[in-house]
């Protein structure tokens, strides 16, 4: 068996999937099942389309682009490069922007391609990642929009609790609501989708304080790792639906502290230890490159992470109670992070089980 191995349990991932697009559903919201955590797996993705979800987002188009054949709508989630405005037309149905400039490519590429192509116009309501802010722009961007040709504005979305840690809360997702009726007032434009942002807004189903009109909510972490707002397990839903395991390639005693003079180390950072004596030490292939040992955790509580460098990851075994020999392999629970990473990388084996 190869290692690094993450396992990833399809069965939990796609419990998880049909539980929430059921309770969405009974609130008058769609869920967009999100793919970049997994790096667009098309093994995951067939799950979620299997649960009952139409349309899988990514935020990069070579993600959705690996999706062609799965039969669903494919929605980019970051605003487009104009670089891409072929391939985002090309390998994808729903694309969430902010950028005039960019729309009128993707409207030049719609009408070479003889498609047409959904938009999401994003609305920034204090997250301060993407999206406009102010009314004046917001309107301004409808009225050049709607003159476009092969392009359609079917709503409008916005992210909260990714780069300003915005809480969702029911005052700032009736901002939405409100720019909705506005838009429809002046233009007479009655859009489909307010797309009310990501799996840290399924907190707001207690006690139903998702507004009246948000009928979209973009879920990835919740789905793949049964996590919402501030990365804590959502009640009912599985949360370890991964496991990483890494093999062991060095087993020693040795100093806890480093010997001689310490400069920086190999990502430029001066580490502190704590000198504890003669300590069994276990170096794990995998690495930084991999993922960052901050990620991820042992199932045995016993182990500590020692830190890592770009190809090694150091552990203390002197208090677990498996005596470890050079060839074994350590478990880790991991972190949307961790998920992020190892997914990404190519050096480390991705297992998938159906049958848990």
């Known amino acids: 068996m190869p290692y690094p191995?993450?396992?990833?349990?399809?069965?939990?991932?796609?419990?998880n999937s049909s539980k929430l697009v059921r309770e969405s559903a009974r609130k008058g919201i769609e869920v967009a099942g999100v793919t970049k955590v997994v790096c667009g797996n098309p093994n995951i993705a067939q799950a979620l389309v299997d649960s009952g979800i139409k349309i899988i987002a990514d935020s990069r188009i070579e993600n959705l682009r690996k999706l062609?054949?799965?039969?669903?709508?494919k929605m980019l989630l970051r605003i487009p490069m104009a670089s891409q405005a072929d391939d985002v037309v090309r390998f994808s149905d729903i694309v969430l922007?902010?950028?005039i400039s960019t729309v009128k490519k993707l409207s030049k590429q719609a009408y070479k391609q003889e498609k047409v192509i959904d938009l999401i116009l994003m609305i920034d309501l204090g997250d301060l990642r993407e999206g406009l802010f102010y009314e004046s722009e917001i309107l301004k961007a409808v009225s050049e929009i709607s003159s476009l040709k092969n392009i359609k504005l079917l709503g409008l979305g916005t992210n909260l609790s990714c780069y300003g840690a915005i809480i969702?809360?029911?005052?700032?997702?009736?901002?939405l609501v409100l720019i909705k009726n506005k838009i429809k007032n002046l233009f007479n434009m009655d859009l489909e989708i307010l797309s009310g942002g990501n799996s840290g807004s399924i907190k707001l189903f207690e006690d139903d304080q998702i507004p009246a009109g948000i009928n979209q909510l973009r879920l990835g972490a919740s789905i793949i790792l049964g996590i919402g707002i501030d990365h804590l397990p959502i009640d009912g839903l599985s949360a370890d639906t991964f496991t990483l395991e890494a093999e062991i390639i060095e087993l020693r005693k040795k100093p806890s502290k480093p010997v001689g003079k310490q400069g920086l180390d190999a990502f430029g950072n001066k580490p502190v230890f704590i000198d504890l004596g003669i300590r069994s030490r276990a170096i794990c292939a995998i690495g930084r490159q991999d993922v960052n040992?901050?990620?991820?955790?042992?199932?045995?509580?016993?182990?500590?992470i020692l830190g890592g460098s770009s190809d090694h990851l150091i552990l203390d075994v002197t208090d677990s109670e498996k005596k470890f020999e050079v060839g074994d392999t350590v478990k880790f629970r991991i972190n949307y992070g961790g998920c992020l990473s190892l997914m990404t990388s190519p050096y480390v084996h991705k297992e998938f089980s159906y049958s848990s």
């Open 5 to 15: 191995k993450l396992t990833v349990d399809i069965k939990k991932i796609k419990y």
């Open 68 to 73: 062609e054949e799965i039969q669903c709508k």
């Open 97 to 99: 922007v902010s950028e």
């Open 168 to 175: 969702p809360s029911r005052e700032i997702l009736e901002k």
């Open 293 to 304: 040992p901050e990620d991820i955790s042992p199932f045995d509580e016993k182990i500590n």
